[in-house]
C-alpha cells in the first residue's frame, strides 16, 4: 500500500463538449462503389457520386460512408450484420470529438434469435 499513489481528478473543464446531433430524413441514399450490388457499368463508374450521391456526417441507416474500403462485416456471407449507424468526425467538430485523423466510427446489428452482437469499425483518411 505505500507505493500506491492517489488517483488525480480530471479538470473540472473537459475538452470533450457536449453536443446534440440531429439527423435529418434523406430521401435518396446510396451505396458507395464497395457496397454495389453487381459489377458497375464503365460508362457508369467515372460518374457514379454525381448521379447516385452518398450521404456522409452522423446518420442513422442508409448506406455508410466508405473511407478505405467495404467494411469487414460486409464479407458476412449469411449477410445477416446490418449497417445501423455511423458517427463522422467532422459532423461532431463543434463537439471536439474525433475519431483519429478526421475518421468515421461504423456501427451494425446482427440479430440472433431474442439477443443482439453489435459491431464497431473505424476507417480513418
Not at 55 to 62: D, E, M, Q
Not at 71 to 97: C, E, G, R, V, Y
Not at 102 to 115: L, M, P, Q, T, V
Amino acid at each position: 500500500m505505500d507505493d500506491l499513489i492517489p488517483i488525480i481528478n480530471p479538470p473540472e473543464n473537459p475538452f470533450l463538449k457536449a453536443f446534440q446531433m440531429r439527423s435529418e430524413l434523406i430521401e435518396k441514399d446510396f451505396p458507395c462503389h464497395d457496397d454495389y450490388p453487381v459489377e458497375m457499368p464503365k460508362e457508369i463508374e467515372e460518374t457514379y457520386f454525381k448521379l447516385f450521391p452518398n450521404a456522409g456526417g452522423f446518420k442513422i441507416g442508409g448506406w455508410p460512408t466508405h473511407i478505405q474500403g467495404a467494411l469487414h462485416w460486409d464479407n458476412n456471407p449469411n449477410n445477416t450484420i446490418t449497417f445501423a449507424f455511423q458517427i463522422d468526425s467532422i459532423a461532431t467538430d463543434k463537439s471536439n470529438f474525433r475519431i483519429w485523423d478526421s475518421g468515421i466510427a461504423y456501427f451494425a446489428r446482427k440479430k440472433n434469435g431474442e439477443s443482439d452482437e453489435w459491431y464497431m469499425e473505424v476507417q480513418t483518411m
